[in-house]
Nanobody, 120 residues
């Protein structure tokens, strides 16, 4: 497995979590990466993306102002800092890397997800 997301858990509404995505591959520092999520009974949706150098970031409207995507290329790790969490943020969160088209959907490698549950 190249990508491994972690850091999920149970948090109360209004709380915060930080999700790391560790990459055991070789090219992380030159690959764009992103976070997606899938709630029960719903399709997977885009959350946030960041360019390989960190200079460009993109967010879904539903998380803008609350979530921050970042990366540490020296550690081959990306992060999703989530604040002001809402029950509707409950989902399995996935990281992905190596963009092949749109920042909002086209990635070659996907990691296993981590479950985030936000209680009201």
């Amino acid at each position: 497995v190249q990508l491994q997301a972690s850091g999920g858990g149970l948090v109360q509404a209004g709380g915060s979590l930080r999700l790391p995505c560790a990459d055991s591959g070789r090219a992380f520092s030159v690959q764009d990466m992103a976070w997606f999520r899938q709630a029960p009974g719903k399709e997977r949706e885009f959350v946030a993306a960041i360019s390989w150098g960190g200079g460009l970031t993109y967010y879904a409207d539903s998380v803008k102002g609350r979530f921050t995507i970042s990366r540490d290329n020296a550690k081959n790790t990306g992060y999703l800092q989530m604040s002001s969490l809402k029950p509707e943020d409950t989902a399995v969160y996935y990281c992905a890397k190596d963009r092949r088209g749109s920042y909002y959907r086209d990635y070659a490698y996907w990691g296993q997800g981590t479950l985030v549950t936000v209680s009201s």
